[in-house]
């Protein structure tokens, strides 16, 4: 059963940083591209980043080019996205999944159940 959790969301003020992870388990992580989507409150879904299997290759949404990173380390099934210079704009649901890119709905069960970040003044 594939399980995605994830942490490390939290009310931040704008400029700050955090480090979200997603620890992986029921699969070969390794062999799997994952990605990042979030959910800004009453706005629809939106790809964040995605990074292939071994990490060599990695795409981000122009709203966040320069600022987030993502990564992976494969020998502890864990994914990250490191959240530099966060904007307001930035606040939302972030969902990890086991894909490339935006595929399904949160709720699939290759999703995660999401991580709260909220910057504000």
């Known amino acids: 059963e594939v399980q995605l959790v994830e942490s490390g969301g939290g009310s931040v003020q704008p400029g700050g940083a955090l480090r979200l992870s997603c620890a992986a388990s029921?699969?070969?992580?390794?062999?799997?591209?994952m990605s990042w989507v979030r959910q800004a409150p009453g706005k629809g879904l939106e790809l964040v980043s995605a990074?292939?299997?071994?990490?060599?290759?990695?795409a981000y949404a122009n709203s966040v080019k320069g600022r987030f990173t993502i990564s992976r380390d494969n020998a502890k099934n864990t994914l990250y996205l490191q959240l530099n210079s966060l904007k307001t704009e930035d606040t939302a649901m972030y969902y990890c999944?086991?894909?490339?890119?935006?595929?399904?709905?949160?709720?699939?069960?290759?999703w995660g159940q999401g991580t709260q970040v909220t910057v504000s003044s």
């Open positions: 029921g699969f070969t992580f390794s062999s799997y591209a």
């Open positions: 999944l086991k894909a490339w890119g935006l595929v399904g709905s949160p709720g699939d069960n290759y």
């Open positions: 990074i292939n299997s071994d990490g060599r290759t990695t």
